[in-house]
């Protein structure tokens, strides 16, 4: 799950991490009344999309008056804001945070992600502040230093100091550093977090490390233990299908293709992805309706799955080990029955009773069904019926 910038502020300054002052909006005209409650003679006006780069979207101003803040929230709310990270279609800005002006004396990096190959947090700091982390990754990764965490003994002193030494910090900003980075690990570890960046965090003229961005990220499956957090989601920054589709405990995630994907098992799910992407043809989601598909869960992939109008074929690739393959069979047949399909359903089901599966498809004469005898055969034939083949 993510939230907005301003609502991972609010949790910063729970734990006492320094932030701007700063107001969110959702109507121009509260700008003004808004920046005057803030104070100071220079604001930031901040689109509030779930995406990173909105400066070069056009999506953060700077405004030295009143009458510059209003304009400025004026232009942004409402706007289609496109960025690296939103795609052509970008996003739709409902929400404007403005802030207070803070010196800025030099920008920094800092981050916290979970290294999954290694099963343990990381956290990541640059001097290369304001400029995007993969870009520094790739041209400049030794400007990038990395500390891992072991979540035992969590965050320590000497973690701080490898930071700042790596980072070349004086001493007086090391102490002001290793303070941010504690309470920021452990905003980290409280919260169930998956990610958390501040890119720029600036240190100011009083040698003080202030949040100016936020970004964090949570695990879904620890959202129990934070009603909170929950509750800051923002349900229009995200896919619809993929909200409708958690309801059902089914896992979707929308993509670019036109070849549907219903999946039991996430490997399985990513095995057929690229089968799919060998044979020519690109996936227009990620579904793995899990290990007990039933005629209701089938029905419901395919409802989520023909939302994308530009899928033109659908792959169910099932693997019947908890539920027979004769079960599942019969559960495609009734799901068509619900669910009007309208486009070629390539079928591969393999497993118990996987012989009895392909009988019952076969004899069920749905000119839509096509069989296929194992996943190459499945994939080629579906990519095949994507691209319009008979």
Same mark, same amino acid.
């Given at each position: /799950?993510?939230?907005?910038?301003?609502?991972?502020?609010?949790?910063?300054?729970? *734990?006492?991490?320094? %932030?701007?002052?700063?107001? /969110?909006?959702?109507?121009?005209?509260?700008?003004?009344?808004?920046?005057?409650?803030?104070?100071?003679?220079?604001?930031?006006?901040?689109?509030? +999309?779930?995406?990173?780069?909105?400066?070069?979207?056009?999506?953060?101003?700077?405004?030295?008056?009143?009458?510059?803040?209003?304009?400025?929230?004026?232009?942004?709310?409402?706007?289609?804001?496109?960025?690296?990270?939103?795609?052509?279609?970008?996003?739709?800005?409902?929400?404007?945070?403005?802030?207070?002006?803070?010196?800025?004396?030099?920008?920094?990096?800092?981050?916290?992600?979970?290294? $999954?190959?290694?099963?343990?947090?990381?956290?990541?700091?640059?001097?290369?502040?304001? /400029?995007?982390?993969?870009?520094?990754? @790739? =041209?400049?990764?030794?400007?990038?230093?990395?500390?891992? %965490?072991?979540?035992?003994?969590?965050?320590?002193?000497?973690?701080? $100091?490898?930071?700042?030494?790596?980072? #070349?910090?004086?001493?007086?900003?090391? $102490?002001?550093?290793?303070?941010?980075?504690?309470?920021? *690990? !452990?905003?980290?570890?409280?919260n169930d977090a998956s990610l958390i960046e501040i890119n720029p965090l600036i240190l100011n003229e009083e040698d003080q490390f202030v949040a100016l961005d936020a970004k964090m990220n949570f695990d879904d499956n620890a959202l129990f233990r934070h009603q909170s957090i929950e509750a800051m989601?923002?349900? #229009?920054? =995200?896919?619809?299908?993929?909200?409708?589709?958690?309801?059902?405990?089914?896992?979707?995630?929308?993509?670019?293709?036109?070849?549907?994907?219903?999946?039991?098992?996430?490997?399985?799910?990513?095995?057929?992805?690229?089968? +799919?992407?060998?044979?020519?043809?690109?996936?227009?989601?990620?579904?793995?309706?899990?290990?007990? @598909?039933?005629?209701?869960?089938?029905?419901?992939?395919? !409802?989520?799955?023909?939302?994308?109008?530009?899928?033109?074929?659908?792959?169910?690739?099932?693997?019947?080990?908890?539920?027979?393959?004769?079960?599942?069979?019969?559960?495609?047949?009734?799901?068509?029955?619900?669910? !009007?399909?309208?486009?070629?359903?390539?079928?591969?089901?393999?497993?118990?009773?996987? !012989?009895?599966?392909? +009988?019952?498809?076969?004899?069920?004469?749905?000119?839509?069904?096509?069989?296929?005898?194992?996943?190459?055969?499945?994939?080629?034939?579906?990519?095949?019926? @994507?691209?319009?083949?008979?």
């Amino acid at each position: /799950m993510n939230i907005h910038e301003y609502q991972a502020k609010q949790i910063f300054a729970n *734990y006492n991490i320094p %932030i701007p002052t700063g107001k /969110m909006i959702k109507r121009a005209e509260d700008a003004k009344t808004a920046a005057q409650e803030i104070g100071g003679n220079i604001w930031a006006v901040k689109a509030q +999309i779930h995406a990173g780069g909105r400066g070069k979207g056009g999506g953060v101003k700077l405004a030295r008056n009143l009458e510059e803040v209003e304009k400025y929230a004026s232009e942004i709310l409402g706007m289609t804001l496109i960025t690296h990270q939103t795609g052509k279609a970008g996003k739709l800005v409902k929400k404007v945070y403005i802030e207070g002006g803070v010196d800025i004396q030099k920008e920094f990096y800092l981050g916290i992600v979970l290294d $999954r190959t290694a099963e343990i947090p990381v956290m990541m700091a640059s001097t290369e502040g304001g /400029m995007e982390i993969e870009k520094v990754a @790739a =041209e400049t990764p030794g400007k990038i230093v990395k500390i891992a %965490i072991d979540p035992l003994i969590g965050f320590q002193g000497f973690h701080a $100091r490898e930071l700042a030494f790596g980072m #070349n910090l004086p001493k007086i900003q090391t $102490r002001s550093f290793s303070k941010f980075a504690k309470a920021l *690990y !452990e905003v980290y570890s409280k919260n169930d977090a998956s990610l958390i960046e501040i890119n720029p965090l600036i240190l100011n003229e009083e040698d003080q490390f202030v949040a100016l961005d936020a970004k964090m990220n949570f695990d879904d499956n620890a959202l129990f233990r934070h009603q909170s957090i929950e509750a800051m989601r923002d349900l #229009n920054e =995200e896919e619809p299908t993929e909200t409708e589709a958690k309801k059902y405990g089914l896992s979707y995630v929308k993509l670019d293709g036109n070849v549907g994907c219903m999946v039991n098992g996430a490997g399985l799910a990513m095995s057929t992805m690229d089968i +799919i992407k060998y044979e020519g043809g690109e996936p227009a989601n990620f579904l793995d309706v899990g290990g007990a @598909a039933s005629a209701e869960t089938v029905a419901k992939g395919f !409802e989520i799955i023909l939302e994308d109008k530009n899928v033109k074929a659908i792959f169910v690739n099932i693997f019947g080990g908890i539920v027979r393959c004769d079960r599942i069979a019969k559960g495609i047949l009734e799901a068509t029955k619900k669910t !009007e399909v309208g486009v070629p359903l390539v079928v591969r089901l393999d497993g118990t009773n996987a !012989e009895e599966a392909a +009988i019952i498809l076969d004899n069920a004469d749905i000119e839509i069904i096509i069989t296929a005898s194992d996943l190459a055969d499945g994939a080629k034939k579906v990519v095949s019926a @994507a691209k319009g083949a008979k």
